[in-house]
């Protein structure tokens, strides 16, 4: 019945009471407790201290020599895991036709609302033995030292618990947040960390769905004396117990925990930290505030099957973000391209657009959704200007930053207003356009071919306009301010943070000293609609600031590479 790490601090506890049980050494990793004992206990009395946890014991001689772990799993459990595979991917595919899907990691930031989803399950599979036992415990020590209290009264312990742990987890999420913000990681070692967390929550799905028992020896968590420690404290008869107790949860061995925990720290935000560790403990408060009925459904029948369908989500995640960290290492492999099928068959007959004349310029009308475009072929005349209206606002990831490499053009796609690309199809042949990351909509291209019809295009006879040099004995100049920041395998992006101000022009360079794959590959300024292509070398971009506050520097993925802080 061993589900995670939790369990080892548990098993000790509970068996260390039986009499004569003087040590107890649990481990997950082979599903064994080794006992120290002053007589040799019976094997009831061990299971009685255990059994209402959801565990079950047996003498290790008595256990089959090729069986590795007290639970494997039968053809039943691979069928029905293959069948909740097969409804979970085809539940995806409806939703994200329907344009309903919400964003479950493919993009590299988690949504909130699925960070709370994670938290409802680890409060069903990981926390509720173990938190759940400290609010017990407390609980119980707290209408023990107050016997006169009454029923509404009895709930305060763990209101307390729930208030402890929703501020603890809010405050220490945000400090991580902030301590990696200090430390300056490089897009390669942010992208490794992704890749981590993603790991682990590979490993995690893996360990709900009974797969790979020796990856369990890899799992990370926090070191066993300090759940003792915390699990001793649950014992003090102190008011202040059960809100301390709540607060110190946070560094329970959890594996969603400590996976969040690494999330935020890759993210270096103190914000996104305090926003993310929030919604987690969030979702776990209807299953701690509701203990004993959740309990009961969180065993027999509804317990097998709600872990297999967690563990097949969490695993999907865990694989999509695998290919976010790639990308943000500069590694072009995309695992969400096993799903990309299915945009085939969204795309059947949207494939060619209406291309009218309008006063001598072929207008070209394009919507970007998700990482589709509709449409996604055009045939254009040759020699006759082309105005392409974008609306990019549904665009997600990698489709947020648009790309025509035979033209050169690299654009931001805004999310409020149609983006316009303007361009003259000199050659007759194909002109092909995507994301930087080659994620979107295969086959996405312009067909130029002759002007046989003799199109008369609107000829430009304005000549270029120069701007002359701010002359400061007759205008007052204001001068810009100067921007750099360096992009190296060593230092990572440094400085992370510059402040300009409010309403003077700003010139940005950045130095990459290093060549800069994937969504590294292009950094925009969202909010201004800034684009900047990253060469190795200096990369300019000039905006002016209208207000004030943070300003998100990010990759075209919309991780954020640096923040410009904008003041009076």
Wanted: glycine residues 10%.
């Amino acid at each position: 019945g061993m589900h995670c790490a939790s369990c080892e601090v548990l098993i000790e506890r509970k068996l260390k009471k039986v009499p004569g049980v003087e040590g107890v050494s649990a481990q997950y990793a082979n599903g064994e407790a080794e006992l120290l004992c002053t007589r040799e206990p019976q094997l009831q009395e061990l299971q009685q201290a255990i059994q209402k946890d959801g565990y079950t014991i047996s003498h290790q001689q008595n256990r089959n020599p090729q069986q590795t772990l007290p639970y494997k799993n039968s053809k039943k459990d691979y069928v029905q895991i293959g069948a909740i595979f097969l409804i979970v991917v085809a539940s995806y595919l409806i939703l994200k036709e329907l344009n309903l899907i919400p964003k479950l990691g493919i993009t590299n930031n988690m949504g909130y609302g699925f960070v709370f989803l994670i938290g409802l399950v680890a409060a069903l599979s990981t926390c509720l033995a173990v938190t759940g036992g400290l609010l017990l415990a407390v609980a119980a020590k707290y209408n023990e030292r107050f016997p006169s209290l009454t029923g509404i009264q009895k709930i305060k312990p763990h209101l307390y618990f729930n208030i402890g742990r929703i501020i603890s987890y809010t405050v220490f999420g945000g400090a991580i947040g902030a301590f990696g913000s200090i430390l300056t990681l490089s897009p390669k070692a942010a992208g490794a960390l992704t890749i981590m967390v993603s790991v682990v929550m590979v490993i995690l799905g893996f360990q709900l769905l009974h797969l790979f028992p020796g990856l369990r020896r890899f799992q990370p968590k926090m070191p066993k004396f300090l759940a003792h420690k915390i699990h001793d404290f649950s014992g003090t008869d102190k008011k202040s117990a059960p809100f301390l107790l709540g607060a110190a949860t946070f560094f329970l061995p959890c594996g969603f925990t400590q996976a969040l925990q690494l999330y935020v720290l890759s993210k270096g935000d103190m914000l996104t930290g305090s926003l993310t560790m929030l919604a987690f403990s969030l979702g776990t408060l209807p299953a701690l505030l509701s203990l004993s009925a959740i309990s009961s459904f969180a065993k027999g029948l509804f317990q097998n099957y709600f872990l297999k369908f967690a563990g097949v989500t969490v695993i999907m995640l865990g694989l999509f973000n695998i290919g976010n960290g790639l990308s943000l290492t500069g590694s072009t492999f995309n695992l969400g391209s096993i799903l990309r099928a299915s945009d085939k068959n969204m795309l059947k007959g949207q494939e060619n657009g209406d291309v009218p004349i309008v006063n001598g310029k072929q207008i070209v009308n394009m919507r970007v959704v998700g990482l589709n475009y509709y449409p996604y072929q055009f045939t254009v005349a040759q020699g006759v200007p082309i105005e392409w209206r974008i609306d990019g606002s549904k665009a997600e990831g990698c489709a947020q930053v648009i790309t025509v490499p035979k033209l050169d053009i690299v654009q931001y796609l805004s999310p409020t207003d149609l983006t316009v690309i303007e361009f003259m199809p000199d050659e007759i042949g194909s002109i092909e356009f995507s994301c930087t990351m080659g994620m979107t909509t295969r086959g996405a291209a312009f067909t130029v071919i002759p002007n046989t019809l003799g199109i008369d295009a609107i000829k430009n006879t304005d000549a270029p306009k120069t701007v002359s040099p701010c002359n400061p004995q007759i205008a007052n100049c204001i001068e810009a301010q100067q921007i750099k920041i360096e992009v190296s395998g060593e230092r990572g992006v440094y400085p992370d943070t510059v402040t300009v101000k409010k309403g003077i022009p700003v010139d940005l360079a950045i130095d990459a000293k290093t060549p800069l794959g994937g969504c590294m590959s292009v950094w925009v300024i969202p909010e201004y609609n800034v684009t900047i292509p990253m060469k190795v070398g200096i990369n300019k971009a000039s905006f002016t600031p209208t207000k004030t506050g943070p300003l998100a520097l990010t990759c075209s993925m919309g991780s954020r590479m640096a923040q410009i802080n904008v003041i009076n």
